[in-house]
């Protein structure tokens, strides 16, 4: 069975950090591209981040200069740091992991909710 289980989301002040993490099962880690979504409040779901397992990483401009993506493939995980956070940054963050040659092995996370409030 596939589990992509987010952790580290909560309530964090305006300029503050918050490192998401993602803990993966079920699937040969290193066949997958892995990424994080976001969606925020009315919106559509949207690619922050995507990292190979060869480490090539895919960057939404819009968050590139405050977020960055990485993964352990020793121990079958990806990460989010994130800075400078704003209240614009509030959405609900989704791991996902994506097979690299059968795309359509592709596998989401239930999300992790990040606030930004003071």
């Known amino acids: 069975q596939v589990q992509l289980v987010e952790s580290g989301g909560g309530l964090v002040q305006p300029e503050g950090s918050l490192r998401l993490s993602c803990a993966t099962s079920?699937?040969?880690?290193?066949?997958?591209?892995m990424a994080w979504y976001r969606r925020a409040p009315g919106e559509q779901r949207e690619l922050v981040a995507s990292?190979?397992?060869?480490?090539?990483?895919t960057e939404n401009d819009s968050w590139k200069d405050r977020f960055a993506i990485s993964r352990d493939n020793a121990k079958n995980a990806v990460y989010l740091q994130m800075t400078s956070l704003n209240s614009e940054d509030t959405a609900v963050y989704y791991c996902?992991?994506?097979?690299?040659?059968?795309?359509?092995?592709?596998?989401w996370g239930q999300g992790t909710q990040v606030t930004v409030s003071s």
């Open positions: 079920g699937i040969d880690f290193d066949d997958y591209t």
């Open positions: 990292i190979t397992t060869g480490g090539i990483v």
């Open positions: 996902n992991a994506r097979h690299m040659i059968f795309p359509n092995y592709n596998y």
